[in-house]
């Protein structure tokens, strides 16, 4: 037993020696809750893929952790024809990166491709299904069921095989509620390690060939001790040591040399019937039922030590080496031994928070006026003696003296200001009587070794300290002197409460000239001076300035610029040049070359939101401090991340239309897809995953090389009524620190168009349009050419008509009236009488042929423009014919007959047709009335004549004139109807569309 312990304390030692120095009492807890997304806070199984997600079982739900976001897989969605899993029992990965669930009901598979589970049955025993795997080794995933029947899954062949059944007792129960307060089954849970699977149960530790089946028992009672038990077990993969939690003490077993070691005590800490140990290279945990224990393996000592009963379980390290567990009904508790890139040191015990810091010593630091920091050991703790009793007391530090200065309210009687040195001595000045002129005091600081400058509510004061003298800076302009800002060249900027800061310089025996005002009209701070660049930055009520060398302003930093809060509480410059700037939204900085803004918030670890006036100190070795409300933060820039992940972005939904875009394929791996013309409405939930800093960094995404735009946390990138196009979504990673983007994902989405919406369509339709346009062209062009050659047509046979006329009636009529007029030139001198009567026949001749011409010639005009219209040469005509006899007769004409009747042989026989029904009414019908009447229809024209007349005598031969109406009625392509009621009725059907 000797030897045992004296292996495991070599073994101890020399795991120590090559760790770096690092002071693991500063380890930082975080914590993964209910508030984060966790479905439930009691987490029974926890695995660390390879892609950077941590898995979590709960009693509900499976849940992934990215680093920043949980997601839970509780929705029928995510499950393939298989009820939803709830509590899992047992995780393992295969080499496709596939996860795999034990359950009651057999064993699910998450297929990473498809982004979905599916169950496989594996045990014969349909009643019970229980399936728990354990690891993946040679192509195979293994699993075992409470009657330790070990069985394994070809994720090639998808075949399940037994292999064998380990002679341990049956486990009666996995069921939470039936495990021992320590939760041991899921502390001991099997575990592959180079193809040997080992098993630990309460009484046996058993090792399995994965390959021969050889069972075999490492750690026995034989060569450890009789009556021992085991609580849990843990795997080191960095030194390959299995540690054991035994009622002996700390079992290590080496599985490289197959030794064996027990540890009993550790710092004076009883390591016998531990309820768990975890450990890497540089800690180890060690959980009693007294509470739980970290060791620093570097020196074998307790760091952290919480005495009172837990409910912690399932302990392991990530890729990182920070711890995690759960807190049974909490959820998981992280304890991270890196250093923070900011560090933070609480004020709780405080009860108050950090107002001003100042340095006393290299190590110590005064906070507020009775509050001491030991750097070393990050320990607060209450000061003693007289510096006690300073309470209330502000502080300002002496850089010329190497001290605090601590000054009250001028209400306290006697000496109301103390310096205090690097060994915490306290030097008491001033007096009484002479500070209470002064007001409050705000500030102090040495202008020379044995001058003090004042700033208070009087204004500015010199403190001789050598001859204890208060004396008025003369001819001063304002009064409630706020802060003094020291600058090179003897020269200090004042800022003042509701006034402008005011740059003074120190000239001869400590006389303060003013020189002039900075930033006038604006609420300034404080100011910190680059003496490299020859510039200054200023603090104020709303963001920085960055001022040249003759303080004219060169750049503003503000809201529009970046920065989280513009309300400066603080102001400090480090050694590379940035400047450094506390406010009401944490911190920021800002570069002094490329002027890039950082802002720091709660997960860079800021003590708290808000921050505290004048709480800002920087040391000598370039840290800076800043307090708070919550505490205090330190940090030496430049600031530099340690992880061992590389931060991967991936897309974890799409949605099309509110709708999941193929529920059963797994959206990251997509790299294009297709979309119809009404799917424009697109939602794409990304994420990083880093398990250490994915909060730190943020999503960046741009569309067909726009403006990058950055995500913030929950969001979503949307786009809606997207135009049909092809889309090319580029996302990245944005690192604040380094201000760059890391392109990551293209994925392509194409919107369909509808076909009238195509180039090809409009193409077709172009040349559609080109050819109607074309063909109407010619057919106008071929109807215009065709309707001159039919007017040319209907003119000749007008022409012809004419003549006929001419020929038939004026030749007929002209040769009468030779005739006659032969005849009566014959008669005139033998029969006077009869040559009389043949000269009126000539005379009736020739008017009747002046008529005809008359009528010939007016038909032959066109209706526009003319003289005498249609209408109205049918009214003269019938008052010609009627007007001067005792015929009483009414003309009716609808006003669109005479536009309608265009072509003159047209009118022209309806003026003769007229004509010849009138002076047939007047030669024969005896009547005493006549009605004229033409309307249309919406075929025809009808000319109606009727009188009151005799009528015709039937079987009386019809005369010329019915002939000649009948006649030209035809040549109307038109219909006579000759009625008799009342007198005589002629109806003459005009079609109004007619074809000759």
Request: proline share 2%.
């Amino acid at each position: 037993m000797t030897l045992r312990k004296s292996i495991a304390f070599a073994l101890l030692i020399f795991s120590a020696l090559f760790l770096p120095a690092q002071n693991l009492a500063e380890f930082s807890i975080k914590k993964v809750t209910l508030e984060d997304g966790l479905s439930q806070g009691s987490n029974y199984f926890r695995y660390e893929d390879s892609l950077g997600y941590l898995w979590i079982s709960a009693n509900d739900a499976v849940n992934r952790f990215d680093g920043k976001e949980v997601k839970v897989y509780n929705l029928n969605r995510y499950f393939d024809n298989c009820p939803n899993l709830a509590q899992a029992y047992g995780i393992a990965e295969d080499d496709a990166t596939n996860i795999y669930f034990g359950s009651r009901l057999g064993l699910y598979c998450y297929t990473r491709e498809k982004g979905v589970f599916s169950l496989i049955s594996v045990f014969k025993d349909k009643d019970n299904q229980l399936t728990m795997p354990f690891g993946f080794w040679d192509h195979r995933i293994w699993f075992f069921n409470n009657r330790f029947e070990v069985s394994s899954y070809d994720v090639r062949t998808k075949k399940i095989q037994f292999f064998i059944q380990l002679s341990l007792p049956e486990i009666p129960s996995v069921h939470v509620y039936n495990q021992t307060p320590s939760k041991s089954f899921y502390q001991s849970f099997p575990k592959i390690i180079k193809g040997q699977a080992w098993f630990c149960t309460e009484k046996k530790v058993l090792q399995l060939d994965l390959k021969t089946k050889q069972v075999s028992e490492p750690i026995s009672q034989g060569n450890i001790g009789s009556d021992m038990s085991f609580n849990s077990f843990y795997f080191n993969e960095e030194n390959e040591n299995l540690l054991f939690t035994s009622s002996k003490g700390l079992i290590r077993y080496s599985c490289k040399d197959k030794t064996i070691s027990v540890q009993k005590e550790l710092d004076n800490l009883s390591l016998k019937s531990c309820l768990s140990a975890v450990a890497n290279e540089k800690t180890l945990m060690v959980l009693k039922p007294s509470g739980l224990t970290l060791f620093n393996l570097k020196t074998g000592k307790k760091f952290y030590e919480s005495l009172k009963k837990t409910t912690y379980y399932t302990f392991g390290f990530d890729k990182n080496g920070r711890l995690w567990f759960c807190d049974d009904g909490k959820g998981q508790v992280i304890f991270d031994f890196n250093p923070s890139l900011i560090q933070k040191v609480s004020s709780e015990k405080m009860s108050i928070g950090v107002a001003s810091i100042n340095p006393i010593n290299e190590n110590e630091f005064l906070l507020n006026s009775n509050f001491i920091w030991q750097k070393n050991i990050n320990k607060i703790e209450k000061t003693t003696g007289l510096l006690a009793t300073l309470t209330n007391f502000r502080t300002s530090y002496d850089s010329i003296h190497k001290g605090i200065w601590l000054f009250a309210d001028a209400s306290v009687a006697k000496k109301v200001f103390y310096f205090l040195d690097e060994h915490k001595n306290l030097t008491a000045f001033g007096n009484a009587e002479v500070l209470q002129k002064l007001g409050k005091i705000q500030d102090m600081k040495s202008v020379s070794p044995d001058v003090i400058l004042i700033a208070c509510e009087g204004g500015l004061f010199l403190f001789n300290k050598a001859q204890n003298i208060f004396e008025a800076v003369k001819n001063q302009k304002q009064k409630n002197a706020f802060f003094i800002n020291p600058l090179s060249e003897n020269r200090f900027a004042i800022s003042y409460i509701n006034g402008d800061m005011l740059l003074f310089k120190i000239e001869g025996q400590a006389k303060l000239i003013f020189q002039r005002a900075l930033l006038p009209g604006k609420q300034s701070f404080y100011l910190q001076e680059d003496r490299k660049k020859q510039q200054f930055w200023v603090a104020t009520n709303n963001g920085l300035f960055l001022l040249d060398k003759n303080f004219n302003i060169l750049k503003t930093f503000d809201a529009d610029c970046g920065m989280a809060g513009t309300y400066i509480y603080g102001l400090l410059l480090d050694e590379a040049g940035a400047v450094w700037a506390s406010h009401q939204r944490g911190l920021s900085s800002v570069s002094s070359s490329t002027h890039q803004v950082i802002n720091y918030d709660l997960n860079d670890g800021v003590q708290d939101w808000d921050f505290n006036n004048r709480a800002f100190c920087k040391t000598k070795d370039g840290t800076l401090y800043f307090g708070g409300g919550s505490g205090f933060n330190y940090f030496k820039p430049p600031l530099q991340r340690f992880s061992n992940y590389q931060p991967k972005l991936y897309i974890d939904e799409i949605k099309v239309n509110s709708k999941f875009y193929q529920p059963q394929q797994n959206p990251d791996f997509l790299t294009k897809i297709e979309l119809l013309r009404s799917e424009n409405n697109i939602s794409i939930k990304t994420g990083i995953v880093d398990l250490q800093n994915a909060a730190s960094y943020k999503v960046a995404y741009r569309l067909n090389k726009g403006k990058w735009n950055y995500l913030s946390k929950g969001s979503e990138i949307n786009y809606s009524s997207l135009s049909p196009a092809t889309y090319v979504l580029e996302l990245g990673i944005y690192d604040k620190f380094s201000n760059k983007i890391k392109l990551q994902k293209k994925l392509q989405f194409h919107i369909e168009a509808h076909f009238y919406e195509k180039i090809w369509f409009w193409a077709f339709l172009s040349i559609l349009i080109t050819g109607l346009l074309f063909y109407t062209s010619n057919q106008r062009k071929l109807a215009r050419q065709k309707g001159k050659f039919l007017q040319r047509l209907e003119i000749e046979r007008e022409r012809n008509k004419i003549t006929t006329d001419l020929h038939d009636d004026l030749g007929a009529s002209l040769s009468s009236l030779q005739i006659n007029s032969a005849v009566a030139q014959k008669l005139f001198d033998k029969n006077p009488a009869e040559a009389k009567k043949i000269l009126k026949k000539i005379e009736a001749q020739a008017k009747s042929i002046s008529e005809n011409i008359g009528d010939i010639i007016w038909s032959l005009k066109p209706s526009k423009g003319e003289f005498m219209s249609l209408n109205t040469r049918i009214k003269k005509i019938t008052s010609e014919i009627l007007g001067s006899t005792d015929i009483h007769y009414k003309i009716k004409i609808d006003p669109t007959f005479e536009t309608e009747i265009s072509d003159f042989s047209a009118r022209k026989n309806i003026i003769l047709i007229c004509k010849e029904s009138l002076n047939n009414i007047l030669k024969h019908s005896k009547a005493t009335k006549v009605n004229l009447n033409i309307y249309k229809t919406d075929t025809s024209f009808i000319i109606e004549i009727s009188d009151n007349g005799l009528g015709f005598t039937a079987g009386k031969t019809e005369g010329n004139g019915l002939v000649n109406i009948k006649k030209r009625t035809k040549e109307l392509c038109g219909e006579v109807e000759i009625g008799q009621q009342d007198g005589t009725i002629i109806k003459i059907n005009i079609p109004r569309i007619r074809e000759f």
